[in-house]
């Protein structure tokens, strides 16, 4: 007997996959951007900084994504670049602290793998939009 997962269900369960694939995806980007860092600061480049942060952008993103879909599902579009892009101003400001590009461009994609995690998660959350024929059509 098999049994369907509730909804709420299978977003956490797509979200607990997210956090782990972020978390993976953002170690290596940071191994690979320690190792390019010659003589930079490696700020935000340790376990200790970038696991945590990726698990509290995650949730940040997840809390967004479901105020959002709730008023405006169509502003996702906008929203969500939108804040990502908001992300890599602090990466960028970096450079006055000096920090080498390797850094803040490691920084910088960790910031896209966590919103491409949140997306990936959440996507499925969004209902479809009915066509003029009624028959749904994806969003």
């Known amino acids: 007997m098999t049994t369907i997962p509730k909804p709420a269900t299978a977003t956490v369960l797509r979200l607990g ?6 978390a993976a ?3 290596a980007i940071a191994l690979g ?20 942060a990726t698990a ?4 940040l993103g997840t809390v967004g994504w479901f105020v959002i879909a709730r008023r405006a599902p169509k502003a996702l579009r906008v929203a969500v670049p939108a804040a990502l892009v908001l992300t ?8 006055n602290a000096g920090a080498t590009a390797a850094n803040v461009f490691g920084l910088m994609l960790m910031h896209l793998v966590v919103a491409t995690a949140v997306v990936a998660a959440l996507r499925p959350t969004l209902a479809p939009a009915p066509a003029a024929d009624g028959v749904p059509t994806a969003g």
């Not at 996959?17 to 972020?22: D, H, K, S, V, Y």
């Not at 509290?56 to 949730?59: I, N, P, R």
Request: aromatic letters at 10%; hydrophobic letters at 60%.
């Open 17 to 22: 996959f997210a956090l782990l694939a972020a």
């Open 25 to 27: 995806a953002n170690t």
């Open 33 to 52: 951007a320690l190792a390019l860092d010659d003589g930079g600061i490696g700020m935000g480049l340790s376990p200790a900084s970038y696991l945590p």
């Open 56 to 59: 509290a952008g995650l949730l």
């Open 88 to 95: 890599w101003v602090p990466d960028l400001l970096l450079f």
